[in-house]
């Protein structure tokens, strides 16, 4: 199994620019979510997915959409990017609620200029 | 904000001394995990904890979960160069699991 799945793993992108990071899982886990990773503030939680067709809002959703429309996929998109947004993202999915063991993929570094 | 308070935030200790990372929550936790992050990698799970008092091994590993079920704690015996990157401590609070900050493991050979 590929587990979970992150496209692309590195981004530049003009301030003001939009783009969607993709993120899919083989899983066929219920609950998938998006971090964010800044230096000395570990990992915030931008949103999640209970399951298909319901997403919610973490700590930090401003700027951010996410849409799931499967199972599999959760992508995440930034709908005008701010040099704020320059970060690592992590795409993470495990089998029901938050409270069995995260599966994270590789990761997105993001960088707006 | 973060549910969890995780100390140190940076810890470099000599190959085969031992180190400690500590978290922390205001509320009583359902469960507790424990994730270890190599430099540029990403998150990997270690272990959960869910019951008060509760004591689990992982070879030089030692992981611990408060008889209140407010704090844990990550021990590592001797550490080697293959023990460095983050540990975090991660908590659900409702539908969503919250991350300490995180504490950085450097090794000295």
């Known amino acids: 199994n590929a587990g979970v799945t992150q496209t692309p793993k590195f981004q530049v992108l003009k301030t003001g620019q939009s783009m969607t990071l993709q993120c899919a899982q083989d899983m066929n886990h219920e609950y998938m979510s998006w971090y964010r990773q800044d230096p000395g503030m570990g990992l915030r939680l931008i949103h999640y997915?209970?399951?298909?067709?319901?997403?919610d809002q973490g700590e930090v959703p401003n700027g951010y959409n996410v849409s799931r429309s499967t199972t599999e996929d959760f992508p995440l998109r930034l709908l005008s990017a701010a040099p704020s947004q320059t970060s690592v993202y992590f795409c993470a999915s495990s089998r029901t609620a938050p409270a069995t063991e995260a599966f994270f993929g590789q990761g997105t570094r993001l960088t707006v200029v | 904000g973060q549910q969890v308070m995780q100390i140190p935030q940076y810890q470099h200790v000599q190959e085969g001394e031992d180190f400690t990372t500590y978290c922390n929550s205001s509320t009583t936790l359902s469960n507790i995990q424990w994730y270890k992050q190599r430099p540029g990698g990403h998150p990997v799970f270690l272990i959960q904890?869910?019951?008060?008092?509760e004591v689990k091994k992982q070879k030089r590993l030692t992981f611990q979960f408060g008889e209140a079920k407010k704090n844990s704690s990550l021990h590592i015996t001797a550490t080697q160069t293959t023990d460095v990157g983050t540990y975090f401590c991660?908590?659900?609070?409702?539908?969503?699991?919250?991350f300490g900050a995180g504490t950085i493991l450097r090794v000295k050979s």
């Open positions: 904890l869910v019951k008060s008092g």
């Open positions: 997915s209970v399951g298909a067709g319901i997403t």
């Open positions: 991660a908590a659900e609070y409702g539908n969503k699991l919250g």
